[in-house]
């Protein structure tokens, strides 16, 4: 990826700028957004490595049509016309499959047709790899096109009910997010784990999805010729949230937070919800962090979008501070659905008051959703919540 930002450099000094039709026409804010073609920079389908199943003892596998399994080396070891669901594991002479056994400590499942592999009863489009690991767990990896994976998180992280150009607008940060950890990650066995993205194969895909994905195919923002980590979020709840307050990532023009109107009077814009602190002091025992009698709870350090960098615990030994973010994990995401509050000592409980839903970074997707019900295009809201950006057609 670095040589494909390289290239785009030196594409931007020679080549003319094209806007690409589709995205060129314009929003109610009058301003011509267009998408500058930098084809073919990146090879036609660019793949992904996403982690299915890391470190286990078991899982299933099933194959609807004809395959193929090669070795590391790619020398075809064994093929067939279909194999019915048969458990993978692991021992000392390597992986089975069902009653079949391949000395082997990393082998690839590939099918004749997209789709016809299916593990843990979901199907895949792409190439699956099966790799040893010690104690006889093993990990299973999808290679697949892109574009199908950029449908399958997206069918699978916005309602399919959703406006057109919300879902548009929804592929393409999905798009500069796989390509960003692409690149991040480029040397890595995989890419993306089952904790960056939503994604259950082609169960999240429609006809309607695969065609609002193919309509900004290769589409991705950039900054200064970079991409960069376009996070996304359900509901800001007025003001989206700056990367490094979250992430401690380099603050960047389009990931330093903007006002967001369109979210508000929505599911999750206010919300009050109350845990009992021996709850919260039992999930952050669990993860090794000791506090006792918690009288209250402060989320401190707040960014321009209200969220809070650090959360103050107030207990009778004394307290602690940690990570916001981490705080909201360990207690539950969807019990504390944003760190944008104020909490109040309620009895054994504590009563939290806040706003939004989410980390709060980059694309607020209900603020997303009401602009295209405005009318703006998927063009104007990236444009919006991610500004300064380019969108750059890619391959
Ligand atoms: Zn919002």
Same mark, same amino acid.
């Given at each position: 990826?670095?040589?494909?930002?390289?290239?785009?450099?030196?594409?931007?000094?020679?080549?003319?700028?094209?806007?690409?039709?589709?995205?060129?026409?314009?929003?109610?804010?009058?301003?011509?957004e267009?998408?500058?073609?930098y +084809? #073919?920079? *990146?090879?036609?389908?660019?793949?992904? +490595?996403?982690?299915?199943?890391?470190?286990a003892?078991?899982?299933?596998?099933?194959?609807?049509? /004809?395959?193929?399994?090669?070795?590391?080396?790619?020398n075809?070891?064994d093929?067939?016309?279909?194999?019915?669901?048969?458990?993978?594991?692991?021992? =000392?002479?390597?992986?089975?499959?069902?009653?079949?056994?391949?000395?082997?400590?990393?082998?690839?499942?590939?099918?004749?047709?997209?789709?016809e592999?299916?593990?843990?009863?979901? =199907?895949?489009?792409?190439?699956?790899?099966?790799?040893q690991?010690?104690?006889? +767990?093993?990990?299973?990896?999808?290679?697949v096109?892109l574009?199908?994976?950029?449908?399958?998180?997206?069918?699978?992280? *916005? #309602?399919?009910?959703?406006?057109?150009?919300?879902?548009?607008?929804?592929?393409?940060?999905?798009?500069?997010?796989?390509?960003?950890?692409?690149?991040?990650?480029?040397?890595?066995?995989? %890419?993306?784990?089952?904790?960056?993205?939503?994604?259950?194969g082609?169960?999240?895909?429609?006809? !309607?999805?695969?065609?609002?994905?193919?309509?900004?195919?290769?589409?991705?923002?950039?900054?200064?010729?970079?991409?960069? #980590?376009?996070?996304?979020h359900?509901?800001? @709840?007025? %003001?989206?949230e700056?990367? %490094?307050?979250?992430?401690?990532?380099?603050?960047?023009?389009p990931?330093?937070?903007v006002?967001?109107?369109?979210? $508000?009077?929505?599911?999750?814009?206010?919300? &009050?919800?109350?845990?009992?602190?021996?709850d919260?002091?039992?999930r952050? &025992?669990? $993860?090794?962090?000791?506090?006792?009698?918690?009288?209250?709870?402060?989320?401190?350090?707040?960014?321009?979008?209200?969220?809070?960098?650090?959360?103050?615990?107030?207990?009778?030994?004394?307290? +602690?501070?940690?990570?916001?973010?981490?705080f =909201?994990?360990?207690?539950?995401?969807?019990?504390?659905?944003?760190?944008?509050? /104020?909490?109040?000592?309620? @009895?054994?409980?504590?009563?939290?008051?806040? &706003?939004?839903?989410? %980390?709060?970074? @980059?694309?607020?997707?209900?603020?997303?959703?009401? *602009?295209?019900?405005?009318?703006?295009?998927?063009?104007?809201?990236?444009?919006?919540?991610?500004?300064? *950006?380019?969108?750059? !057609?890619?391959?």
């Amino acid at each position: 990826m670095n040589r494909v930002f390289v290239l785009i450099t030196v594409a931007v000094l020679f080549v003319a700028c094209v806007g690409i039709p589709i995205s060129c026409q314009n929003g109610p804010s009058g301003i011509q957004e267009p998408v500058r073609d930098y +084809r #073919p920079v *990146m090879e036609k389908t660019p793949t992904v +490595r996403v982690l299915l199943v890391n470190n286990a003892r078991e899982a299933h596998i099933a194959v609807y049509g /004809s395959y193929q399994i090669t070795g590391s080396l790619t020398n075809i070891i064994d093929q067939g016309q279909g194999l019915p669901k048969s458990a993978i594991s692991i021992n =000392r002479y390597g992986i089975n499959i069902g009653a079949k056994q391949y000395s082997n400590s990393e082998i690839r499942i590939t099918s004749l047709r997209d789709g016809e592999i299916e593990v843990n009863n979901i =199907r895949y489009r792409g190439e699956i790899k099966i790799l040893q690991q010690v104690s006889n +767990r093993f990990s299973v990896i999808e290679e697949v096109k892109l574009e199908n994976f950029v449908a399958g998180v997206l069918g699978s992280e *916005m #309602p399919h009910s959703w406006n057109d150009e919300a879902l548009r607008a929804q592929a393409v940060v999905i798009r500069t997010y796989v390509m960003y950890k692409r690149k991040e990650k480029r040397d890595d066995i995989y %890419h993306l784990d089952m904790l960056d993205l939503a994604y259950r194969g082609m169960a999240g895909e429609t006809p !309607r999805i695969n065609k609002l994905v193919q309509d900004t195919v290769g589409m991705v923002m950039a900054y200064n010729w970079n991409i960069f #980590p376009a996070y996304f979020h359900s509901t800001c @709840g007025g %003001h989206t949230e700056d990367i %490094h307050q979250v992430f401690g990532k380099e603050s960047i023009p389009p990931l330093r937070g903007v006002v967001c109107k369109y979210c $508000a009077n929505t599911k999750y814009s206010n919300w &009050r919800v109350e845990m009992n602190k021996s709850d919260i002091e039992k999930r952050l &025992r669990e $993860a090794n962090i000791s506090v006792s009698n918690i009288q209250t709870v402060n989320a401190i350090d707040q960014g321009t979008g209200i969220h809070g960098a650090i959360v103050e615990i107030i207990a009778a030994d004394g307290g +602690r501070e940690i990570n916001a973010n981490d705080f =909201r994990l360990l207690v539950g995401a969807n019990n504390l659905y944003s760190t944008s509050f /104020s909490a109040k000592s309620n @009895g054994r409980s504590i009563a939290f008051s806040g &706003r939004g839903y989410g %980390h709060g970074v @980059g694309l607020c997707q209900y603020g997303a959703q009401n *602009m295209a019900l405005k009318g703006f295009q998927w063009t104007d809201i990236v444009k919006y919540y991610y500004p300064e *950006m380019e969108l750059l !057609r890619v391959y």
